[in-house]
């Protein structure tokens, strides 16, 4: 019986429905005739175009107030965040494993670093000028090409054996792999000291630097008052050769930047100033 | 079966405990399903048997066939054996308690139903999301778990609250009703015997004096000047005679039954008892209340169509946003998830608490007001009601007799029925009214209770019957020294009133000491009296009562009987001291005095007179638009009469029969649609049909329904129910209690009134007073309208939580803002300001206008929901989206870099993404800006919200007209709102699990413009509203 009556108003829910979608009487439709419907559209359609122009007029205002070479604040960026190649991520955070006497499981590492490298190639630096060493280079004026700045010159070559370009393995084959190590763009970044280096303290052959003697030269900073980065900059790199790695076992390895004006212990970025990667070299 | 079944049926209808004693009944195996079954069809067919008037016989039987009846003997009563066994079968005389839920229940009640299942909807979405995403992933963010969890922790919150609000008014009620055992006299085994009055069977003899409460319903076998009060039975306020003669055919009507729960005014009777416990006529009506079934609420209907407008709204923009992203390739388990967070985004968690809170301030208003609401949603019942179906005695009357008019020297004079008669304003200075006074306070059996010296006349306890009483206490008015004028003149010899005689006498020494002959004292039944006289005393003059004194006396006896009054006659006599010198004795049993030729002094007429705040109620209910109905089991003419005096039936509006009467015409050839006002009694009311009855509710627009029974109050609530009315009844008898659980609200009476009717009420007036429901309308249509804007309110800023998800998924920008913020706005920085929205004074006049029409008037019409969701929300989203953009451009992302992004931007492995300035940036980092966008987000909507709360304040006014200062706690709501914010942003920014940033100071101002843009706008809205009523824009933005 009750299921009889529930139908019923089922059905006369219906028959409401239909009637409010198209009422014959009144000639409405979702309780509106037609006339009303574009008089409303149209109302609607106004407000939105003024709501539009307003916030148009906002955002130009904003892109306008900006300085449109340097952010206004870098409340975030003040130790910029380091990263590497190759690099490949487990659950937690980078993991490089691989077997030296298994050609396959490398492949992939260096081909990473040679498609990361042609960047560095002479022909993409090209347009880009050689710098003196051991100073900011500071540009005011935009001499470069379409009005913009410079940038110095950075090839993988002066990666020298971790280029590619001598040993296509970048030594993963031999068990003392490459890593290339990439420090962030961040503007109106002054390093105040230059090195990056592992905290593990095996013995001084364990791993070498290259360019052999520093990170970076001081030009090769994203430098001051620079603006929206030159069309052909690129970051400087430091390639670490790891030399003797003990086999079969898993070690942390740690790269910081040690600058007085660069953090590298906050807690929650674990790539800021620093990069941090587990290496298994299997034999 | 079929069999079977009318034997539950019957079962049903005369006991309760009948299934514990009857073997048959044991053998419950006997299929469940078949009892559900019949239990609806059989609580159906209990109501049936109930609405039709009462079928009993026994008080047309002689007693003879009584005893063979119920085995029992009038002068040897019951036997004790046999009363066991018929307590064995019968059960307890006691009422079964008022079936209350359990408070498990009610308090689970609370949390389902209307906004509730909402969020548990929302709860259960979450989780589902919550699994979905972790199936996928599990180091996602436990967001979706949160939002769960505070959901259920909201309404398990609520539930809680407004079943502690609720809980705190049923124990105030509680307090009422005091439980005092009651004890009878019985004769059991040949003698008499006080036991418990709950062991009283069918079939025993009861004795019963002046004073004591009926325990039973009883056949009166034998009465010495027995009177009851019916009044909470029927509504009579008069005492009313009981006596062992069969005078009416049906049992209410009467004289040879007593009911029970009725007091016994005076005399003494013996009576069988024919029915007890819950199958008495009281316990058959408060069953009917029981099983009336009770109307939602109009504001749970409210909320419900809010609630499927929500939904609707909710479910729709998620299934498009679906497809959407279904179609920019996005894997259907991140659609459905998408999906899932758009309906979430729509549900306003903070709304259950704000309407649950400013409910209750309300009820907490009211209760101050001396309304108390016993459940929440019936505060706006109150203010949306448009037929008030009221009680006459004790609602709209003081229920008391009243000396209202006296009539002497040929002249009618006014006495004052007010509650405290004191401006007695008649001329009493004629000798006339001194002979009067002399017969009112010497013929007078009624005396003030002992130890009441320093109570006021009016409040004092008076022992005897209503009509003595009122002239008791009006003379005790004119003179303080009623009790001193009797001891003066010595009561000699008296004859109380009994029904035969028609009149009561007694015989005085005078206190003039110099007078030696006797007064002889009269009063009774008007023709009576005059009949006894000879002369009448006109200016303190003894003339011959000739024909044109009898002519002005029946002219003054009509007109005051006809204003529904109780008229009595007064006369006197002084006996010639050598026919009764001071030694003389009088013997009553042989009248060895005089009994005719007397002089006519008077008389004196009573009613039980209205409050004197009701007739100003009245006229408020109908400048509101709220039509009054009087019903009453009293007489048609004592209801019309005071009808009129209250001003339910107005001055110049006519009934039928005034028509007929005064046009000289027969009643039929009178035009109905002419009549304003009808009297109809319960007599004519059982003659009509359904139809007919909703014709008379509908043409006419003053009733008065007299002599019904309950049953026809119930088909009068019905009746107005049917014509789409929310129906508030009033009343304080147990009579009254199914119509007051029918009502959409019952209003029962605090002091005056039953447990029963105070069972059934959603409302109490503690005062008893009528003009009470005048406040509580008044609260009641205000909440109406606040809860509008709190609605509004609320809507609004949802659209800009939803609107930054859209975007996002649209746009593929970094999420504009967190499940987390969000809540902070809901239950946050909006709680307070919403709440005090619920204490806006109202914008106009809210009682000259009608009553909210039921299906026209909503409380979320579509104005609001388009202009909060299509316009305030979407002015909202466009602050919150300037506010998000402008701190990501400061640090290096600027908007059209943010467009796709996210791909990039939630990439775990992703940790040199470059923005528009060509810095990298790391993931963590990205997350940081992340979180400053949220807090961005989130203070451009308080600041926004802040400017909504104060458009909110009125929605046709102008800020100004309304002031801005008259609302303090609005203020307080704006500064609870910054207060949370700063203290999210500085004080908690540090806490990476809320999500908040400390933000730099120049971003709380981003959204300050939009904000004076809202205001702007709606300044305008309103300004046009005013200025154009019933144009296109009236019709489209007022809401």
């Keep these: 019986?009750?299921?009889?009556?529930?139908?019923?108003?089922?059905?006369?829910?219906?028959?409401?429905?239909?009637?409010?979608?198209?009422?014959?009487?009144?000639?409405?439709?979702?309780?509106?005739?037609?006339?009303?419907?574009?008089?409303?559209?149209?109302?609607?359609?106004?407000?939105?175009?003024?709501?539009?122009?307003?916030?148009?007029?906002?955002?130009?205002?904003?892109?306008?107030?900006?300085?449109?070479?340097?952010?206004?604040?870098?409340?975030?960026?003040?130790?910029?965040?380091?990263?590497?190649?190759?690099?490949?991520?487990?659950?937690?955070?980078?993991?490089?494993?691989?077997?030296?006497?298994?050609?396959?499981?490398?492949?992939?590492?260096?081909?990473?670093?040679?498609?990361?490298?042609?960047?560095?190639?002479p022909a993409a630096q090209e347009e880009n000028i050689n710098c003196s060493s051991g100073q900011y280079f500071n540009?005011?004026?935009?001499?470069?090409?379409?009005?913009?700045?410079?940038?110095?010159?950075?090839?993988?070559?002066?990666?020298?054996?971790?280029?590619?370009?001598?040993?296509?393995?970048?030594?993963?084959?031999?068990?003392?792999?490459?890593?290339?190590?990439?420090?962030?763009?961040?503007?109106?970044?002054?390093?105040?000291?230059?090195?990056?280096?592992?905290?593990?303290?095996?013995?001084?052959?364990?791993h070498s630097f290259l360019p052999s003697s520093a990170l970076c030269s001081k030009h090769q900073i994203p430098p001051t008052n620079q603006d929206i980065t030159p069309p052909h900059y690129s970051n400087p790199l430091v390639a670490a050769k790891f030399l003797n790695i003990p086999k079969n076992k898993e070690v942390i390895i740690v790269c910081k930047i040690i600058a007085e004006n660069v953090s590298f212990d906050n807690p929650h970025d674990p790539y800021e100033g620093k990069v941090e990667f587990k290496l298994k070299i299997q034999k | 079966m079929d069999q079977e079944k009318s034997e539950i049926c019957n079962i049903k209808v005369n006991g309760t405990n009948f299934e514990k004693v009857d073997n048959e009944m044991a053998k419950k195996d006997d299929s469940k399903e078949k009892k559900k079954l019949s239990k609806r069809t059989l609580k159906k067919e209990h109501q049936k048997e109930l609405k039709k008037d009462l079928d009993l016989n026994d008080h047309k039987i002689s007693t003879k066939e009584l005893e063979e009846k119920y085995g029992t003997s009038i002068i040897q009563g019951l036997t004790s054996t046999r009363a066991a066994e018929v307590l064995a079968r019968d059960g307890l005389n006691v009422l079964t308690p008022f079936k209350d839920t359990p408070k498990i229940i009610k308090f689970f009640k609370q949390m389902v139903g209307g906004f509730s299942s909402l969020l548990w909807a929302g709860a259960i979405l979450c989780f589902i999301a919550y699994v979905i995403e972790f199936s996928k992933d599990n180091s996602v963010s436990m967001d979706n778990l949160y939002l769960g969890v505070v959901l259920i922790i909201v309404v398990i919150l609520t539930g809680m609250f407004a079943y502690y609000q609720e809980a705190k008014s049923t124990n105030i009620i509680a307090s009422f009703s005091k439980m005092i055992p009651r004890k009878a006299l019985v004769i059991r085994d040949g003698e008499k015997r006080e036991i418990p009055a709950e062991e009283l069977v069918v079939g025993d003899i009861v004795e019963i004096k002046g004073g004591d409460q009926i325990p039973a319903d009883i056949r009166i076998l034998d009465s010495q000047g027995c009177k009851v009060d019916n009044s909470s039975l029927t509504g009579e306020s008069e005492p009313q005679t009981r006596s062992c003669h069969f005078t009416h055919e049906n049992p209410l009507e009467t004289k040879n039954i007593g009911f029970y729960s009725t007091t016994c005014l005076e005399g003494t009777a013996t009576g069988i008892v024919i029915n007890t416990g819950d199958r008495t006529i009281i316990g058959r009506i408060a069953s009917l209340a029981s099983s009336v079934g009770q109307e939602k609420t109009p504001i749970a209907i409210e909320i419900e169509h809010f609630v499927h407008i929500v939904a609707g709204v909710a479910v729709s923009i998620g299934i498009v946003f679906f497809i959407i992203a279904i179609c920019m390739k996005y894997r259907v388990l991140d659609a459905v998830v998408f999906l899932i967070g758009i309906i979430l985004a729509n549900v306003p968690e903070g709304l259950v608490a704000a309407v649950t809170v400013s409910l209750s301030l309300t009820a907490k208003r009211m209760a101050k007001k001396n309304c108390l609401v016993k459940n929440l949603e019936a505060v706006e019942t109150l203010g949306s009601t448009s037929i008030i179906c009221s009680d006459k005695t004790g609602t709209l009357t003081q229920n008391r007799m009243t000396v209202a008019h006296l009539w002497f020297d040929n002249q009618i004079y006014r006495a004052d029925t007010s509650e405290d008669q004191k401006a007695q304003s008649f001329d009493q200075s004629s000798a006339t009214w001194a002979s009067l006074?002399?017969?009112?306070?010497?013929?007078?059996?009624?005396?003030?209770?002992?130890?009441?010296?320093?109570?006021?006349?009016?409040?004092?306890?008076?022992?005897?019957?209503?009509?003595?009483?009122?002239?008791?206490?009006?003379?005790?008015?004119?003179?303080?020294?009623?009790?001193?004028?009797?001891?003066?003149?010595?009561?000699?010899?008296?004859?109380?009133?009994?029904?035969?005689?028609?009149?009561?006498?007694?015989?005085?020494?005078?206190?003039?000491?110099?007078?030696?002959?006797?007064?002889?004292?009269?009063?009774?039944?008007?023709?009576?009296?005059?009949?006894?006289?000879?002369?009448?005393?006109?200016?303190?003059?003894?003339?011959?009562?000739?024909?044109?004194?009898?002519?002005?006396?029946?002219?003054?006896?009509?007109?005051?009987?006809?204003?529904?009054?109780?008229?009595?006659?007064?006369?006197?006599?002084?006996?010639?001291?050598d026919e009764f010198p001071d030694t003389y004795s009088f013997d009553i049993e042989t009248m060895n005095f005089p009994t005719s030729d007397?002089?006519?002094?008077?008389?004196?007429?009573?009613?039980?007179?209205?409050?004197?705040?009701?007739?100003?109620?009245?006229?408020?209910?109908?400048?509101?638009?709220?039509?009054?109905?009087?019903?009453?089991?009293?007489?048609?003419?004592?209801?019309?009469?005071?009808?009129?005096?209250?001003?339910?039936?107005?001055?110049?509006?006519?009934?039928?029969?005034?028509?007929?009467?005064?046009?000289?015409?027969?009643?039929?050839?009178?035009?109905?649609?002419?009549?304003?006002?009808?009297?109809?009694?319960?007599?004519?009311?059982?003659?009509?049909?359904?139809?007919?009855?909703?014709?008379?509710?509908?043409?006419?627009?003053?009733?008065?329904?007299?002599?019904?029974?309950?049953?026809?109050?119930?088909?009068?609530?019905?009746?107005c129910q049917r014509q789409d009315a929310i129906v508030a009844v009033t009343g304080d008898g147990v009579n009254d209690s199914p119509a007051l659980k029918k009502a959409n609200i019952g209003i029962a009476m605090g002091f005056a009134g039953s447990d029963a009717a105070k069972n059934a009420a959603d409302m109490v007036l503690l005062d008893d007073n009528f003009s009470s429901i005048v406040t509580g309308i008044e609260e009641g249509r205000l909440i109406f309208d606040n809860m509008k804007k709190i609605i509004a309110f609320t809507l609004t800023k949802n659209i800009a939580e939803l609107c930054p998800f859209l975007i996002f998924i649209i746009a593929g920008v970094p999420l504009p803002i967190g499940t987390i913020a969000i809540l902070f706005i809901d239950l946050g920085t909006d709680v307070i300001p919403s709440?005090?929205?619920?204490?806006?004074?109202?914008?106009?006049?809210?009682?000259?206008?009608?009553?909210?029409?039921?299906?026209?008037?909503?409380?979320?019409?579509?104005?609001?929901?388009?202009?909060?969701?299509?316009?305030?929300?979407?002015?909202?989203?466009?602050?919150?989206?300037?506010?998000?953009?402008?701190?990501?451009?400061?640090?290096?992302?600027?908007?059209?870099?943010?467009?796709?992004?996210?791909?990039?931007?939630?990439?775990?492995?992703?940790?040199?993404?470059?923005?528009?300035?060509?810095?990298?940036?790391?993931?963590?980092?990205?997350?940081?800006?992340?979180?400053t966008g949220y807090t961005a987000y989130f203070v451009a909507v308080m600041v926004q919200q802040i400017a909504d709360v104060i458009i909110r304040k009125t929605r046709i006014n102008s800020i100004f007209q309304q002031g801005l200062f008259r609302n303090k706690y609005i203020?307080?709501?704006?500064?609870?709102?910054?207060?949370?914010?700063?203290?999210?942003?500085?004080?908690?920014?540090?806490?990476?699990?809320?999500?908040?940033?400390?933000?730099?100071?120049?971003?709380?101002?981003?959204?300050?413009?939009?904000?004076?843009?809202?205001?702007?706008?709606?300044?305008?809205?309103?300004?046009?509203?005013?200025?154009?009523?019933?144009?296109?824009?009236?019709?489209?933005m007022y809401y």
């Design chain 2, 971 to 1036: 203020w307080v709501g704006i500064a609870s709102q910054i207060i949370i914010a700063v203290i999210l942003s500085c004080g908690l920014g540090s806490i990476t699990a809320l999500n908040f940033t400390t933000l730099r100071i120049q971003y709380w101002f981003v959204a300050v413009p939009y904000a004076i843009i809202i205001w702007l706008y709606d300044e305008f809205r309103k300004l046009l509203v005013r200025q154009y009523p019933g144009s296109w824009w009236d019709n489209n």
């Design chain 1, 139 to 206: 540009q005011i004026e935009f001499h470069a090409p379409n009005h913009t700045k410079f940038s110095c010159k950075f090839t993988a070559e002066m990666l020298q054996n971790c280029s590619g370009l001598t040993d296509p393995n970048f030594g993963f084959g031999e068990g003392k792999p490459c890593f290339i190590i990439k420090m962030n763009r961040v503007s109106l970044l002054r390093l105040d000291s230059k090195y990056i280096f592992p905290p593990f303290r095996q013995s001084p052959q364990s």
């Design chain 2, 598 to 719: 007397l002089c006519f002094v008077g008389l004196i007429s009573l009613i039980d007179p209205p409050r004197s705040t009701v007739p100003d109620a009245v006229i408020k209910c109908r400048s509101a638009g709220i039509k009054v109905i009087m019903v009453t089991g009293d007489h048609p003419i004592t209801a019309k009469a005071i009808a009129r005096s209250v001003g339910i039936i107005s001055a110049n509006s006519e009934t039928v029969e005034d028509i007929a009467k005064r046009l000289k015409i027969p009643v039929e050839q009178v035009n109905k649609r002419e009549a304003k006002a009808a009297v109809v009694s319960g007599m004519e009311l059982k003659e009509m049909s359904p139809e007919q009855l909703d014709e008379l509710l509908k043409n006419h627009s003053e009733i008065v329904f007299a002599r019904t029974s309950p049953q026809q109050k119930l088909i009068i609530v019905e009746g």
């Design chain 2, 835 to 931: 709440i005090a929205l619920a204490y806006e004074k109202a914008e106009s006049d809210i009682m000259n206008r009608k009553p909210r029409h039921k299906k026209k008037d909503r409380l979320v019409n579509h104005q609001l929901a388009l202009y909060s969701y299509l316009q305030i929300g979407i002015l909202q989203s466009v602050g919150g989206f300037f506010a998000y953009f402008t701190v990501y451009a400061v640090q290096g992302f600027r908007p059209e870099r943010l467009l796709y992004l996210r791909p990039f931007w939630e990439d775990n492995t992703f940790n040199d993404l470059e923005d528009s300035y060509g810095q990298e940036w790391t993931k963590y980092q990205r997350k940081y800006l992340e979180w």
């Design chain 2, 437 to 577: 006074f002399n017969i009112v306070t010497l013929c007078n059996r009624a005396e003030f209770g002992a130890g009441q010296e320093n109570v006021s006349i009016m409040k004092k306890i008076v022992i005897g019957d209503a009509s003595e009483t009122a002239l008791l206490k009006f003379s005790g008015i004119i003179t303080d020294d009623v009790i001193g004028k009797r001891k003066r003149n010595p009561k000699v010899a008296e004859i109380p009133f009994n029904s035969v005689n028609k009149f009561q006498l007694s015989i005085h020494e005078t206190d003039d000491p110099n007078d030696k002959r006797f007064l002889l004292v009269m009063k009774g039944a008007p023709e009576r009296i005059l009949e006894k006289c000879s002369t009448i005393m006109i200016n303190g003059q003894e003339q011959p009562l000739d024909e044109s004194a009898r002519e002005a006396f029946q002219t003054a006896y009509m007109e005051l009987g006809g204003l529904g009054e109780r008229v009595l006659g007064f006369c006197h006599l002084y006996l010639p001291e």
């Design chain 1, 1 to 121: 019986m009750a299921a009889l009556q529930e139908k019923k108003t089922c059905s006369q829910r219906m028959e409401e429905f239909r009637h409010y979608c198209w009422n014959p009487d009144t000639g409405q439709m979702l309780g509106r005739t037609l006339s009303k419907w574009v008089w409303i559209s149209l109302y609607y359609v106004a407000f939105y175009v003024v709501m539009t122009g307003l916030f148009a007029l906002a955002i130009y205002t904003l892109m306008w107030t900006i300085d449109p070479y340097t952010p206004d604040y870098q409340d975030q960026l003040k130790s910029p965040g380091v990263t590497l190649r190759p690099d490949v991520y487990g659950e937690r955070g980078l993991e490089i494993f691989y077997n030296v006497s298994d050609n396959a499981s490398w492949k992939d590492l260096t081909q990473t670093l040679h498609k990361f490298l042609t960047a560095y190639s």
